[in-house]
């Protein structure tokens, strides 16, 4: 029986068709740049925006319309799996991701909560199997319960500590059993409110002591999963250890973990932390730790984390001109949609109509970013504006060849004024904007 039924089966029609329920520029076997579209996207359903948000805000109940909100909460979870399946069925989204909390409820002790987990992951196998596709992430949510007040591995309670390396601990066997590609840590509560009662040094010790224990508990049970960060600067916490990208890679560095963790960018995080998606996803690749990223976009006139479906085609192009850049492109990663529909958009075909959205945008930014690559447009202006390095003096100090001195002689030898060439980045900017339009 369809939990949707009044939703087809979404094929590629091209830009020329009027029918909503069809891609107007995903085209899963078009290739680009030696690829597939469905190769280089790897597209990825949120189990927990799509089938558990409510429309829930801080001024209102939830508004969604769910044929399974009158269930019990294991039943609700069961019937959450078809449906999980058949959404992926009918958009031909080959991942899905989740947290613990999203596809079991919470029982009154962790051995209540774990049989709750088997219980649906049995389920989830059985769907895997029969259908083919795949899970891109799993994790835990160490943030909604109430124990997480504190924080959890950062918590000041050394209880709550051993409750979430408990947790961790079950969510990579469930990754195991499941063959999840990647294991995400995002740190929703892990920092702090005010540096007033913080002990920040212990705090940060025992966040890389869990991230440790992680990586030794998954080598223990043969768990080959990429190990990913999401990065995120603050909300629900004032300040989180995870700031951003180069605060993570610091972070790394410092507890000996860089080579074990890439990072999982995510783009409204992105901007919460003052940043664009694509300095972000630069920063992550030219450290060689980009991984995956977490699909969506803010509203620049909110100051909150708004995880609204991808649709700014100027964000979705350069994302991807950074992940063609990259070393093996996503890699084991994948594009997941971390997105909801809006609280107005509460009907079920809205989530259909939304993934389509955002699957269409990557898929012209994907066209956008090659077209960018093959005809040089982006390198072409960058080599030019740092030709001088490439010669003369320029070619001398990227050698090695100079010193403070040697520098000092320079200059004073010199008779002419120092002459600047113009950026003309408003013309840049016009000339990407014809190639995203020519698509």
Same mark, same amino acid.
Do not use: C
């Given at each position: 029986?369809?939990?949707?039924?009044?939703?087809?089966k979404i094929?590629?029609?091209?830009?020329?068709s009027?029918?909503?329920?069809?891609?107007?520029?995903?085209?899963p076997?078009?290739?680009?740049?030696g690829?597939?579209?469905?190769?280089?996207?790897r597209?990825?359903?949120?189990y927990?925006?799509?089938?558990?948000?409510?429309?829930?805000?801080p001024?209102?109940?939830?508004?969604?319309?769910?044929?399974?909100?009158?269930?019990?909460?294991?039943?609700?979870a069961?019937?959450?799996?078809?449906?999980?399946?058949?959404l992926?069925?009918?958009?031909?989204?080959?991942?899905?991701?989740?947290?613990?909390?999203d596809?079991?409820?919470?029982?009154?002790?962790?051995?209540e909560?774990?049989?709750?987990i088997d219980?649906?992951?049995?389920k989830l196998?059985?769907?895997?199997?029969?259908?083919?596709?795949?899970l891109?992430?799993?994790?835990?949510?160490?943030f909604?319960?109430?124990?997480?007040?504190h924080?959890?591995?950062?918590?000041n309670?050394?209880?709550?500590?051993?409750?979430?390396?408990?947790?961790?601990?079950k969510?990579?066997?469930?990754?195991?059993?499941?063959?999840?590609?990647?294991?995400?840590?995002w740190?929703?509560?892990?920092?702090?409110?005010s540096?007033?009662?913080?002990?920040?040094?212990?705090?940060?010790?025992?966040?890389?002591?869990m991230?440790?224990?992680?990586?030794d508990?998954?080598?223990?049970?043969?768990?080959?999963?990429?190990?990913?960060?999401?990065?995120?600067?603050?909300?629900?916490?004032?300040?989180?250890y995870d700031?951003?990208?180069?605060?993570?890679?610091?972070f790394l560095?410092?507890?000996?973990?860089?080579?074990?963790?890439?990072?999982?960018?995510?783009?409204?995080?992105?901007?919460?932390?003052?940043?664009?998606?694509?300095?972000e996803?630069?920063?992550?690749?030219?450290?060689?730790?980009?991984?995956?990223i977490?699909?969506?976009?803010?509203?620049?006139?909110?100051?909150w984390?708004?995880?609204?479906?991808?649709?700014?085609?100027?964000?979705?192009t350069?994302?991807?001109f950074?992940?063609?850049?990259?070393?093996?492109?996503i890699?084991?990663?994948?594009?997941?949609?971390?997105?909801?529909?809006?609280r107005t958009?509460?009907?079920?075909?809205?989530l259909?109509?939304?993934?389509?959205?955002?699957?269409?945008s990557?898929?012209?930014?994907l =066209?956008?970013a090659? @077209?960018?690559? &093959?005809?040089? #447009? !982006?390198?072409?202006?960058?080599?030019?504006?740092?030709? %001088?390095? +490439?010669?003369g003096?320029?070619?001398?100090?990227?050698?090695? =060849?100079?010193?403070? @001195?040697?520098? &000092?002689?320079? #200059? !004073?030898?010199?008779?002419?004024?120092?002459?600047?060439? %113009?950026? +003309?980045l408003?013309?840049?900017?016009?000339?990407l904007?014809?190639?995203?339009?020519?698509?």
């Amino acid at each position: 029986m369809s939990l949707f039924p009044n939703v087809p089966k979404i094929q590629y029609e091209g830009r020329q068709s009027a029918n909503p329920f069809a891609f107007k520029h995903y085209n899963p076997q078009e290739v680009v740049l030696g690829k597939t579209m469905e190769q280089h996207l790897r597209f990825a359903v949120a189990y927990w925006h799509t089938f558990n948000a409510n429309g829930t805000d801080p001024f209102g109940a939830g508004t969604a319309v769910r044929s399974w909100d009158r269930l019990s909460p294991l039943d609700k979870a069961k019937v959450r799996v078809e449906a999980n399946f058949e959404l992926l069925e009918k958009l031909n989204v080959p991942f899905y991701a989740f947290h613990d909390a999203d596809i079991a409820p919470e029982g009154a002790s962790l051995a209540e909560t774990n049989k709750n987990i088997d219980a649906i992951v049995a389920k989830l196998k059985e769907f895997q199997q029969s259908t083919g596709k795949k899970l891109l992430w799993n994790t835990a949510n160490l943030f909604t319960n109430p124990r997480y007040v504190h924080g959890a591995s950062t918590s000041n309670n050394a209880e709550v500590f051993a409750y979430s390396a408990a947790t961790i601990k079950k969510m990579l066997e469930v990754g195991k059993e499941l063959g999840a590609e990647n294991y995400v840590f995002w740190g929703g509560r892990e920092g702090y409110e005010s540096l007033l009662n913080t002990d920040m040094g212990l705090e940060l010790d025992n966040l890389a002591r869990m991230l440790h224990m992680a990586v030794d508990y998954a080598k223990e049970i043969g768990f080959g999963a990429q190990f990913l960060i999401e990065p995120k600067p603050k909300e629900p916490t004032k300040h989180q250890y995870d700031f951003d990208a180069a605060t993570t890679l610091s972070f790394l560095q410092k507890y000996g973990l860089k080579d074990q963790f890439k990072l999982n960018i995510e783009a409204n995080h992105a901007t919460l932390a003052g940043h664009t998606f694509e300095h972000e996803l630069r920063v992550a690749r030219l450290n060689g730790v980009l991984g995956s990223i977490d699909a969506n976009q803010g509203d620049y006139l909110l100051g909150w984390d708004t995880d609204e479906f991808p649709t700014d085609l100027y964000s979705t192009t350069l994302a991807m001109f950074e992940i063609l850049k990259n070393d093996g492109g996503i890699g084991k990663g994948g594009v997941n949609f971390d997105a909801k529909v809006r609280r107005t958009s509460f009907e079920d075909e809205d989530l259909f109509y939304a993934h389509i959205a955002g699957m269409d945008s990557f898929a012209h930014g994907l =066209k956008a970013a090659a @077209k960018l690559i &093959e005809d040089k #447009v !982006l390198d072409g202006i960058v080599d030019d504006r740092y030709a %001088s390095y +490439r010669e003369g003096l320029g070619a001398e100090i990227v050698a090695g =060849k100079h010193s403070l @001195k040697s520098l &000092e002689a320079y #200059v !004073l030898g010199q008779q002419q004024p120092i002459k600047n060439r %113009s950026g +003309r980045l408003e013309q840049i900017r016009q000339t990407l904007n014809e190639v995203i339009y020519s698509v």
